[in-house]
């Protein structure tokens, strides 16, 4: 299989490029010297990779910064998307597309009974992040539907593992915690910590999109998760342990959302009827993972 990979010099990029390697695909990557909201050029990278299966990865994925740019966040996550779908649609390939989204389109779930989500869960997204990646998954349902094409959205939950930037939560702990360490300090500023959220390593998650793309259904909607989730505060704790300090945390307000979804818990029972996937990395040795990279790479 010939495959495409937007925004794969990323971290799900780059994970999941080694994991099509290995499997056998050819695969291309096009990254920043590629802009995804200039149809023309997109268009003529996607032509000249002339795939068989196209991973739509690139995007603005940090949540908090998207408040200080929604209008960039949406240039880049809903434009950016509708010319990814238009060019698939030119290539001459057609190709089958795998779009991702994100389960943050779900929002706020005060009530427990709702969860874990299902894909036919109610969406109310609570971010110009979030709201552009409910936007996209329109443009993928309308293409499906309106030019046939093979294309279907995934809403990944947390995804975590070695090499992921300090933007997101887990390695900005493990970050900070192998830092504070090495200059003998007492205390880590920290984010709310109460948050839960449901976490899968991201050789998982890779795993999962390549099963999607060989016998997920185009035009579907799928949850990719672990069914389980866990506070941050017991994710810092554990980085803690493995770590063998005893750093005290101390909330930080700039590293606090100005609105936070308070839990999240998907169901992954779609994909797993589609594809047979199960999580097979436990959350223990990702975050061991995960300390051991910013152990070797931090300053």
């Keep these: 299989m010939r495959s495409l990979i937007t925004g794969g010099r990323g971290f799900v990029g780059h994970w999941l490029a080694d994991h099509l390697r290995e499997l056998g695909d050819q695969v291309v990557v096009i990254d920043q010297e590629v802009d ?45 998307t509708g010319a990814l779908l238009a060019a698939a649609r030119e290539c001459g390939t057609d190709p089958r597309i795998l779009v991702t989204s994100s389960a943050e389109v779900y929002g706020a779930v005060t009530d427990p009974r709702l969860l874990p989500l299902t894909e036919e869960s109610p969406t109310a997204p609570l971010t110009p992040y979030a709201a552009s990646k409910l936007a996209a998954e329109a443009l993928v349902a309308q293409a499906h539907l309106g030019h046939g094409q093979q294309c279907i959205t995934v809403r990944p939950f947390n995804h975590i ?11 900005a702990l493990a970050k900070r915690i192998v830092e504070a360490d090495r200059r003998g300090a007492t205390t880590i500023p920290v984010g709310n910590l109460s948050a839960r959220r449901d976490f899968t390593d991201v050789r998982d998650v890779v795993r999962a999109y390549r099963l999607l793309i060989e016998s997920g259904s185009p035009g579907e909607v799928y949850n990719v998760c672990s069914g389980r989730d866990v506070s941050i505060r017991s994710i810092a704790d554990g980085l803690l342990e493995l770590a063998g300090t005893s750093l005290e945390f101390e909330i930080d307000p700039s590293l606090v959302r100005p609105v936070e979804v308070p839990v999240l818990r998907g169901d992954p029972a779609r994909l797993m009827a589609a594809t047979g996937w199960k999580p097979e990395v436990s959350l223990d040795e990702t975050l061991a993972d995960v300390l051991t990279y910013w152990q070797e790479h931090a300053e």
């Design 161 to 171: 593992g070695p090499g992921q930037t300090p933007n997101f939560a887990v390695p």
């Design 36 to 80: 995804v909201t200039n149809p023309s050029a997109l268009l003529a990278a996607v032509s000249d990779a002339a795939p068989d299966a196209i991973y739509h990865l690139a995007a603005l994925t940090h949540v908090g910064k998207s408040w200080d740019e929604p209008l960039r966040v949406l240039e880049v996550n809903v434009i950016g």
